[in-house]
């Protein structure tokens, strides 16, 4: 089992950046392929981002070409780096493995933008 700790989040400009991270612990973090989720208020949360165990990334279609995943299995931690954020992208972030483990959800990190 993977215990998960997000961090990073705040309130933001549109068109402003943030960097969150994940920091993993209780299990082989190499082993897992990792995600970036978040839920928007009042939706249903939704994959956002993936970085597989030899590196490879993909992006849902909102986060292409503004948001970046990292990772680092040294430190066992996820990142996503947020670029020329939108309103739109308001929401609570939550790393977990691909496909997400029930028990290891964490409590997300809040990312709000606004003017």
């Known amino acids: 089992q993977v215990q998960l700790v997000e961090s990073g989040g705040g309130l933001v400009q549109p068109g402003g950046s943030l960097r969150l991270s994940c920091a993993a612990s209780g299990s082989i973090f190499s082993s897992y392929d990792m995600a970036w989720y978040r839920q928007p208020p009042g939706k249903q949360r939704e994959w956002v981002a993936s970085?597989?165990?030899?590196?490879?990334?993909d992006y849902a279609d909102s986060a292409k070409g503004r948001f970046t995943i990292s990772r680092d299995n040294t430190k066992n931690t996820v990142s996503l780096l947020l670029n020329m954020l939108k309103p739109e992208d308001t929401a609570l972030y939550y790393c977990?493995?691909?496909?997400?483990?029930?028990?290891?959800w964490g409590q997300g990190t809040q990312v709000t933008v606004s003017s």
């Open positions: 970085i597989f165990r030899r590196g490879l990334r």
């Open positions: 977990n493995s691909l496909p997400p483990k029930t028990d290891s």
